[in-house]
């Protein structure tokens, strides 16, 4: 699936993938965040930390007629305000992507998959 | 001065400082903000964050430093708000567990302390960004860290760290593109060189006369935000418990033998004798306010537990007379204006050419420093008027002030001008003995019979619009689009005008810029009358920044 926009110069196609990976990027430079999980950890039931260069997967990119909303599975830090960074997590995607590929978003929802202690 | 140990009043005393110049610094700071997403609120944020962890602190009844660190991240942990809020109180938490257990603190300590701070802070992010808060925090724990090797004294050591902390403030546009870009600092991180001072302030107990106030006020705001509705609502005679009481009991030992304190059995006892009851209780201590119509029986239950402290008892009929009084003198007097009108401008020049024009309060504002939506509204606030008309005079400000608008008591109409030409334009085609929807449409229309031009110097190499430009020379910009550049400022401005001046237009308004020359303006003056027969020139000194010419073609 991708995203089609029309100029006066022809047409714009920005698949999915794109889409997922700029949130991804956006929400790792995220203050409180430590790392993206899988979508899918129902399987196994452990939040599995992705490594950055397949953070996409943790993100859905969903469209519903004309409507753009994101899923974004995240893990966070212990000891954060984590309303707040997912908060953050929201915002901060929300104007990346308006920046990055002018799209408006109507909405970001985060699933806390897992919060990580940090090791002293 | 020296001091070689920190005890728990002094740190209480330094969050307590912080909190309060961040305060002070608040509006400062959202002005910065650019990064990471440009909302002009890091200062606010911070503030309500900090304001959290320095209440959990003000609680505090402890001589351990430790426990004055632990409460103080907590407070900021529970309050933390935005990107910068949750990184500063990741940054009191490692703090606070860097100094586990201390009564007290020296130079070696803090500076541990600090490095845990920033320890700790770092690890809570996968990707840091530096040029951020993180960026100052690192280097001013450091530094910290450096100086405690031979440094004892805590104040130079702390006056060392400010000043480091203050250099990497300096060089975060070196780090993070976007700052530089827009020419400012790092928002967080200037919010924590604002705490930092207020700390340094604090051990050379310079902030401390003022320390008293600062309790007054918080107690104050808080009254007077549940005092509020009173007054809006209620007669005086409708006050049912008359005396707002506060007081603090220091529990004794002999008398709990008695009397057992139990908080929730106390809270109920109370809550017979008045209402807006608030008890907070610490080991050690239990704080009341409440609304009564007996203080001295509420006072009694009290002194059962222990010694009375920091008692304060006020007749709420004999203030509330006296504030609906206030309020009866002000009302009449202040009758309000038919119209006032808002703008944004910089340069003395053009806020005082606005204000001949008629505007009534010109915000100080423009390209590269957007006044947010608080600003508008406060100006909108001020210029008490029934009905307001805000000239944004920029594309990135127009939003704020239609939200501005929606926020307004008052009717206010945002007639979208991009540019100061128009909204001078919009400005001379009001008329008071209009109505509003008239106005605003005259005024609308105005704006468009205006060209805009401006010529300005380019911060960075770039191509826009076809156009190659070097950093340092000069652009031509006609109503948003860039037209001409060239190294040399006059060639910019004659290329400019050149594309904008048609047949048909008649006047051209010459705005000077705070940079340029008179003599270069009459050399430009020459230039038109020789090229342009039929064009009249009027110059003003508009005084503006970054902007050495804004030309308005009619």
């Known amino acids: ?120 | 001065m020296t001091v070689q140990t920190l005890d728990a009043k002094t740190f209480i005393q330094m969050v307590l400082a912080g909190a309060r110049h961040l305060k002070n610094n608040a509006d400062k700071i959202d002005a910065l903000n650019v990064f990471p997403v440009p909302d002009g609120d890091t200062g606010t944020n911070m503030n309500l964050s900090m304001t959290s962890g320095a209440n959990e602190v003000k609680k505090i009844a402890n001589d351990d430093v430790s426990e004055v660190a632990q409460a103080f991240a907590n407070g900021l942990l529970m309050g933390a708000r935005g990107n910068s809020g949750v990184i500063l109180s990741q940054i009191f938490r490692g703090f606070a567990k860097g100094i586990d257990n201390k009564k007290h603190l020296n130079a070696n300590d803090l500076a541990t302390a600090f490095d845990s701070g920033v320890k700790t802070a770092y690890k809570a992010v996968m990707k840091p960004v530096e040029g951020t808060i993180l960026t100052v925090a690192h280097d001013a724990a450091n530094q910290a860290v450096k100086v405690a090797n031979r440094e004892k004294d805590i104040v130079r050591m702390m006056e060392q760290v400010l000043q480091e902390a203050k250099s990497s403030l300096k060089r975060t546009p070196d780090l993070l593109p976007v700052l530089k870009e827009v020419g400012v600092v790092d928002s967080g991180g200037q919010g924590l060189v604002t705490i930092y001072e207020g700390f340094l302030a604090a051990l050379k107990g310079e902030a401390l006369p003022e320390e008293e106030n600062e309790d007054i006020t918080m107690d104050d705001m808080i009254s007077a935000e549940h005092h509020k509705l009173a007054q809006d609502f209620m007669n005086t005679d409708d006050i049912e418990y008359g005396y707002c009481t506060e007081f603090m009991v220091k529990f004794e030992q002999d008398k709990l033998a008695d009397h057992p304190f139990d908080e929730t059995a106390f809270r109920d006892e109370l809550s017979e004798h008045g209402d807006s009851l608030l008890v907070v209780a610490s080991d050690d201590l239990v704080k009341v306010h409440i609304h009564a119509e007996y203080p001295g029986d509420v006072l009694t239950i009290g002194q059962r537990y222990g010694s009375l402290i920091n008692m304060k008892i006020e007749n709420m009929r004999e203030q509330h007379t006296a504030i609906v009084g206030k309020e009866m003198e002000k009302r009449p007097k202040e009758t309000k204006a038919a119209y006032g009108i808002v703008t944004v401008a910089t340069g003395s020049g053009l806020k005082s050419l606005f204000e001949s024009l008629g505007a009534t309060v010109v915000i100080k504002g423009g390209q590269t420093m957007n006044p947010s939506t608080k600003d508008i509204a406060e100006a909108i606030e001020k210029a008490n008027a029934q009905n307001i008309f805000v000239l944004p005079n920029n594309k990135n400000i127009v939003m704020a002030a239609e939200q501005a608008a929606d926020i307004a008591d008052a009717n206010v109409a945002v007639v979208p001008t991009q540019t100061i030409p128009q909204g001078i334009s919009a400005l001379l085609a009001f008329h008071p003995d209009r109505n509003l929807q008239e106005n605003k449409d005259m005024m609308d229309n105005a704006k468009m019979q205006v060209k805009s031009g401006q010529v300005t110097y380019a911060v960075r190499d770039t191509t826009i619009d076809g156009m190659t430009i070097e950093k340092g020379h000069f652009m031509g910009i006609a109503d948003g689009k860039i037209k001409a550049t060239h190294q040399d400022k006059m060639e910019t401005a004659r290329a400019l005008l050149a594309d904008m001046i048609t047949e048909d237009d008649e006047l051209l308004t010459i705005l000077q810029g705070e940079e340029t020359s008179d003599s270069e303006v009459k050399q430009l003056v020459d230039h038109v009358e020789k090229t342009y027969d039929d064009v009249e020139v009027e110059i003003h000194r508009g005084n503006q920044p970054i902007y050495a010419y804004i030309f308005s073609v009619e």
């Open chain 1, 1 to 120: 699936m991708s995203i089609e926009l029309h100029t006066n110069d022809g047409r714009i196609s920005i698949t999915n993938e794109v889409i997922a990976t700029i949130a991804g990027g956006a929400a790792i430079e995220c203050y409180g965040i430590v790392g993206m999980a899988s979508k899918s950890q129902i399987r196994d039931g452990i939040a599995e930390i992705l490594r950055k260069e397949n953070f996409s997967r943790g993100v859905v990119v969903r469209q519903e007629d004309n409507h753009l909303h994101i899923d974004m599975y995240i893990i966070v830090s212990y000891g954060t305000k984590i309303s707040e960074v997912a908060h953050n997590v929201q915002s901060q995607v929300i104007y990346n992507l308006n920046q990055s590929l002018g799209l408006d978003i109507d909405s970001v929802n985060i699933y806390i998959q897992g919060v990580r202690v940090a090791k002293d």
